[in-house]
């Protein structure tokens, strides 16, 4: 019988309490990060119209969906919710932005810097301090070198190149906009909300006991509604079944790479291949 463990955890608590030197892992399996700007639009209006309400200022939770994981190697392969996962590590980096221009000897920018910290960055285990924010709590194995690089940039930094059209660059400068907007217009309910998202928003991991468990309900669950497009149904039954995978993925990119080149795309490509066969 398959062991799923579920829990229930905070945003704050789901990416602060990962043990130190494991990570989130987008496996190479996966989809790339495909939510758009008007996804993020009804994730920040949703969190917002919450944090207004009675039922918030009682302390109450606003639920935001599942987070399916396996251990492997001692990190968090992350099955279902990568999308949710990811929109939130920008949300959170919009938002330690927005602090680090406002007043540094204000004692609500000072704790609200460092409740974020330790949920977008390893922290030193003594100083309770970012030492390096190059070493991020999420990595992708699934995103190009390029887009890989964007991301991290922006979770390191802060910074986004305003020319460059992906859905982290993208969404990022969505959230950062509308954080500083927010903090500008709503200057009493800007720390309210930043605190409702950390401790109020929560999510329910669900950890599977095997890859296998994991591949497969992978190939049966939606990302919020989305429906798994002919090119990720490929090519999770052809990883779950490659007896190399590794060379799998390489191939699968570079599949990727010459579809975009050629001003394809691989969803059309794999949508005809089911059609003829």
Request: net charge negative; aromatic share 10%; charged share 30%.
């Amino acid at each position: 019988m398959t062991d799923l463990h579920i829990s229930k955890e905070s945003i704050e608590n789901l990416f602060s309490k990962l043990p130190r030197g494991k990570k989130f892992i987008i496996p190479d399996y996966q989809r790339p990060y495909s939510w758009d700007i008007e996804k993020c639009e009804t994730l920040w209006s949703d969190i917002e119209s919450f944090s207004k309400t009675e039922e918030a200022a009682k302390h109450e939770s606003y639920f935001l969906g599942t987070i399916v994981s396996y251990e492997n190697n001692d990190n968090q392969e992350i099955i279902d919710g990568q999308q949710r996962i990811t929109s939130f590590m920008l949300l959170l980096r919009a938002f330690y932005t927005q602090l680090e221009k406002m007043d540094s000897n204000n004692k609500n920018v000072i704790g609200l810097k460092q409740r974020l910290e330790p949920c977008i960055w390893e922290i030193e285990r003594i100083s309770r301090e970012v030492d390096n924010k190059s070493n991020i709590k999420i990595l992708s194995d699934v995103a190009t070198e390029a887009d890989n690089e964007t991301f991290h940039k922006i979770i390191e930094s802060g910074l986004f190149d305003e020319k460059k059209l992906d859905n982290y660059t993208q969404n990022y400068a969505y959230f950062l906009k509308t954080s500083q907007d927010y903090a500008k217009n709503h200057p009493m309910e800007w720390e309210n909300l930043c605190v409702t998202i950390l401790e109020q928003c929560i999510i329910l991991p669900i950890k599977c006991d095997s890859q296998d468990t994991a591949l497969t309900i992978f190939s049966t669950l939606n990302d919020r509604g989305l429906p798994l497009s002919d090119s990720d149904i490929f090519k999770a039954k052809m990883y779950k079944t490659s007896e190399n995978r590794k060379e799998f993925v390489e191939k699968w990119k570079e599949f990727s790479e010459i579809c975009k080149l050629s001003g394809l795309n691989i969803d059309d490509i794999c949508r005809y291949y089911s059609h003829v066969i």
